[in-house]
C-alpha cells in the first residue's frame, strides 16, 4: 500500500490508522475535512522540526518540535540485543530479570487543540515547579507530548497554519523552500535551552504481564529548599496499552516508593487520576502523568495495577521499576511547597 497516495481526511472519530474529524453546519449536517496527505514512515533517520504528524495510537494531529535520545529499558525484550546494563537500586523489588538499555529516539511535540477532547491522554501533563515566590503551586504547559518514533505518522499539508496550538506561531513559522515547510524561530531555540533540564527525557521502562503494556518515563522537577527540609520531586507518565482481543479495566494502583533517606512507602488506591479506564480492543490505550516527592536526592518506585478483563479475570499487571534521580539545579527554584494534584503517591 502506498501511504503516499492517501488522502487523509480527519473527523473527531477515533480510528486505528486514521483519524477523522466531523464538521457541523448550519443546517445539522456533517461533512469530512480534507487535512493533507500521509507519507511513508520513517524507517531510519529522524523526523525534523516542523513535520505534521498523525499519533498512531491516540490519533491527535500534532507537530514536531526537537527530538530527544532516550534510554529505553525494555523487560520484553531478549538480552542479547542490548546494552548498559541499568544500576541497581537498594531497596528495589526482587527480580532475577537482567534489564539492559538501548537508544531510541522520542519527540517533544505539540498537539493540536481541536483534538484534546477527543483523545484519551492528558494534554497538560508537562508540569514545571513554579519560580514565583507567591505561587505554592505546579504550572502546566497545555498541549505538549513526548512521543516514540515508531508512533509518528507523517503528514504533509498545504495550509499555512495546520495546527491550532498557542504555542505553534511563536515556535514555527512557514518556509515554502523547506521540507518540511515549517522552520524554528529562535523563541524555539531559546526556550528548549532555558526549560532544557525540565524538558529533558532521558529514561523509558516497558514491561508487559498478560497483554498489557506498561510503560513509564519518569521526569525530574527540582528541588525545594527549606530551613528544614530539602523536598526533591519528580514527574512520571504511564501509558498503558490493551495488547489483546479482550477489554480489560484497570480497577487499583498499588505503589511501593524507596527513598535514599531510609524509607519505603507503600501506597493503595483505586484507579488512576480518579478513573478506572477501560482498555478495549478500539481504545486500546490510556496515558496519564502524576508526581511524586522524596526528602532525599534520588529513589525508586515499582508497583503493580489490579486490571480486570471482560471474561472476569483479574491479574496484577507490574510496573516495570524505574529510577529517580536528581540533577544539579542550574537556577535555584522558589523557596515554596508545591501541591501534588492527581495520584498522590
Not at 523563541?187 to 532521558?202: D, G, R, Y
Not at 519518569?218 to 529548599?225: A, D, I, K, L, S
Not at 533517606?261 to 477501560?278: A, D, F, I, N, Y
Request: hydrophobic share 30%.
Amino acid at each position: 500500500m502506498q501511504l503516499t497516495n492517501i488522502t487523509l481526511r480527519v473527523t473527531r472519530t477515533y480510528c486505528f490508522n486514521v483519524f477523522l474529524r466531523t464538521i457541523s453546519t448550519s443546517s445539522q449536517l456533517q461533512k469530512l475535512a480534507e487535512v493533507g496527505k500521509l507519507e511513508l514512515p520513517k524507517i531510519e533517520g529522524k523526523y525534523d522540526t516542523g513535520q505534521l504528524f498523525l499519533h498512531r495510537v491516540f490519533g491527535y494531529r500534532g507537530v514536531i518540535l526537537f527530538p530527544w535520545y532516550a534510554r529505553v529499558f525494555d523487560r520484553d525484550a531478549p538480552t542479547n540485543k542490548l546494552v548498559e546494563p541499568e544500576k541497581k537500586v537498594e531497596g528495589g523489588p526482587i527480580d532475577n530479570k537482567e534489564n539492559k538499555s538501548k537508544m531510541h529516539t522520542f519527540y517533544q511535540v505539540l498537539i493540536d487543540t481541536r483534538d484534546c477532547p477527543f483523545i484519551r491522554a492528558q494534554t497538560e501533563a508537562v508540569t514545571f515547579l513554579s519560580n514565583q515566590d507567591s505561587n505554592r503551586s505546579l504550572y502546566a504547559i497545555p498541549g505538549l507530548d513526548y512521543v516514540a518514533h515508531e508512533d509518528i505518522m507523517p503528514y504533509t499539508s498545504s495550509e499555512k497554519n495546520p495546527l491550532q496550538h498557542e504555542l505553534f506561531d511563536k515556535f514555527l513559522t512557514h518556509d515554502s523552500s523547506k521540507d518540511p515547510p515549517f522552520v524554528a524561530h529562535e523563541t524555539l531555540k531559546v526556550w528548549q535551552k532555558k526549560n532544557h533540564p525540565w524538558l529533558e527525557l532521558s529514561d523509558v521502562h516497558k514491561e508487559t504481564t498478560e497483554g498489557v503494556r506498561v510503560t513509564v518515563i519518569p521526569f525530574y522537577m527540582g528541588c525545594r529548599e527549606s530551613p528544614a527540609s530539602s523536598v526533591y520531586w519528580w514527574r512520571y507518565c504511564i501509558r498503558l496499552e490493551n495488547l489483546g482481543e479482550l477489554s480489560v479495566q484497570l480497577r487499583e494502583r498499588h505503589w511501593r516508593i524507596f527513598s535514599l533517606s531510609g524509607t519505603l512507602e507503600t501506597v493503595r488506591g483505586r484507579g488512576v487520576v480518579g478513573q478506572e479506564p477501560v482498555l478495549s480492543p478500539r481504545l486500546p490505550a490510556f496515558q496519564y502523568s502524576s508526581h511524586v516527592s522524596l526528602q532525599a536526592p534520588s529513589g525508586h518506585m515499582w508497583g503493580t495495577f489490579r486490571m480486570e478483563r471482560e471474561d472476569g479475570h483479574t491479574f496484577d499487571c507490574r510496573i516495570p521499576p524505574f529510577s529517580l534521580e536528581s540533577k544539579p539545579d542550574e537556577s535555584t527554584p522558589s523557596q515554596t511547597n508545591p501541591t501534588v494534584p492527581d495520584e498522590t503517591v
